[in-house]
T-cell receptor, first 118, second 115 residues
């Protein structure tokens, strides 16, 4: 079974500052992928950033970057120069093989609600 | 617009009733996934279809069923509805039946309220 844990139900950050959201995961598979999704009040699930487990280099997308620690099974998201539009629920997700069925399952953490203070 | 279309956006129905949620995947995607998002359980995987066939099952109740049609659209049928079934139901799609580094593309969800 695979699990994803987000230990911070809520966080806040001052506009233009930097914030880091934490995520830990567990899987026995060696081939997997990690994602951060953003869910604004519009409810749409938006892919923010992705990381292949076999890549050691941390992924970066503009103001968003990750700290991927494979041995520790940790995958944190750093948002730099926070903007009001970053306010949303952020979900960490793990995609790994599902019960030997040849398919992959995307498992989500319970989310971190990020508020941005003007 | 993500390219994944879900209808209806909102649905209010009474306990004991049956409803059908519809999803059209992004053009070219063969896999469809259904997720349930509730306040206390977060996002729970329900079921996956690939090119018309069931590929994986998650925490889907026996009262729920799904299918994928030849044109690749999918329907999620919820019957004997209970108050606890009130949730946001997401459909997502991907090109293949196995994982990739590109994740899934999500629709905007159907908000189901059971009264």
């Amino acid at each position: 079974a695979q699990t994803v844990t987000q230990s911070q139900p809520e966080m806040s950050v001052q506009e233009a500052e930097t914030v880091t959201l934490s995520c830990t995961y567990d899987t026995s598979e060696s081939d997997y992928y990690l994602f951060w999704y953003k869910q604004p009040p519009s409810r749409q699930m938006i892919l923010v950033i992705r990381q292949e487990a076999y890549k050691q280099q941390n992924a970066t997308e503009n103001r968003f970057s990750v700290n991927f620690q494979k041995a520790a099974k940790s995958f944190s998201l750093k948002i730099s120069d926070s903007q009001l539009g970053d306010a949303a629920m952020y979900f960490c997700a793990l995609m790994a093989p599902y019960s030997g069925a040849g398919s992959y399952q995307l498992t989500f953490g319970k989310g971190t609600k990020l508020s941005v203070i003007p | 617009d993500s390219g994944v279309t879900q209808t209806p956006k909102h649905l209010i129905t009474a306990t004991g009733q049956r409803v059908t949620l519809r999803c059209s995947p992004r053009s070219g995607d063969l896999s469809v996934y259904w997720y349930q998002q509730s306040l206390d359980q977060g996002l729970q995987f329900l079921i996956q279809y690939y090119n018309g066939e069931e590929r994986a099952k998650g925490n889907i109740l026996e009262r729920f069923s799904a299918q994928q049609f030849p044109d690749l659209h999918s329907e999620l049928n919820l019957s004997s509805l209970e108050l606890g079934d009130s949730a946001l139901y997401f459909c997502a799609s991907s090109p293949r039946d196995r994982g990739s580094g590109y994740g899934y593309t999500f629709g905007s969800g159907t908000r189901l309220t059971v009264v």
